[in-house]
T-cell receptor, first 107, second 116 residues
């Protein structure tokens, strides 16, 4: 299974951008990079995914390194509702989660 | 569609008892996944199905654990002779296809198991 590495925690102030990094150095060339987040007492929810090109959706942007060994989830303007644990995954055919990054957002 | 549904939401059982959890995926989703999550850890992959076929089972999964998806719709996860170490949140997820393609998975709220 592909291994991912993320910082344990990050902090941000409300309305500021947040860049959440992920290393997935063992990812294969055809595996999608997925990001999910988990709010307290809830199941994980999908944030974004991509293969090679940078991706944007209503929740976030995903910047993928050219060698695909790392990616960055970008929250353009953090809100209090974005406080959660963020997981990245890059694996064949199933999601493999590490310990994730706990994002704290301060008002 | 109301999303992925798991039942029960909470289960307290005595050590040594058997428990069974149910997951109803989003209709027409071919893939169904089971995960286990303990406090402070990310969800740990257990097993997954493509329709009724169980494609992979984690090497870490004890023989006391078994999962089925008999008609390719709902799935059950059974734990026999429960141990205190089985106490965790059990999460189910479904997706239209495998995550190796351009798709996303939807998770249920989970079943919290407490073994006393």
């Amino acid at each position: 299974d592909a291994k991912t590495t993320q910082p344990n925690s990050m902090e941000s102030n409300e309305e500021e951008p947040v860049h959440l990094p992920c290393n997935h150095s063992t990812i294969s060339g055809t595996d999608y990079i997925h990001w999910y987040r988990q709010l307290p007492s809830q199941g994980p929810e999908y944030v974004i995914h991509g293969l090679t090109s940078n991706v944007n959706n209503r929740m976030a942007s995903l910047a993928i390194a050219e060698d695909r060994k790392s990616s960055t989830l970008i929250l353009h303007r953090a809100t209090l509702r974005d406080a959660a644990v963020y997981y990245c995954s890059g694996d064949t055919d199933k999601l493999i989660f590490g310990t994730g990054t706990r994002l704290q957002v301060f008002p | 569609d109301t999303g992925v549904s798991q039942d029960p939401r909470h289960k307290i059982t005595k050590r040594g008892q058997n428990v069974t959890f149910r997951c109803d995926p989003i209709s027409e989703h071919n893939r169904l996944y089971w995960y286990r999550q303990t406090l402070g850890q990310g969800p740990e992959f257990l097993t997954y199905f493509q329709n009724e076929a169980q494609l992979e089972k984690s090497r870490l999964l004890s023989d006391r654990f078994s999962a089925e998806r008999p008609k390719g719709s709902f799935s059950t996860l059974e734990i026999q002779r429960t141990e205190q170490g089985d106490s965790a949140m059990y999460l189910c997820a479904s997706s239209l296809d495998g995550v190796y393609v351009d798709t996303e998975a939807f998770f249920g709220q989970g079943t919290r198991l407490t073994v006393v």
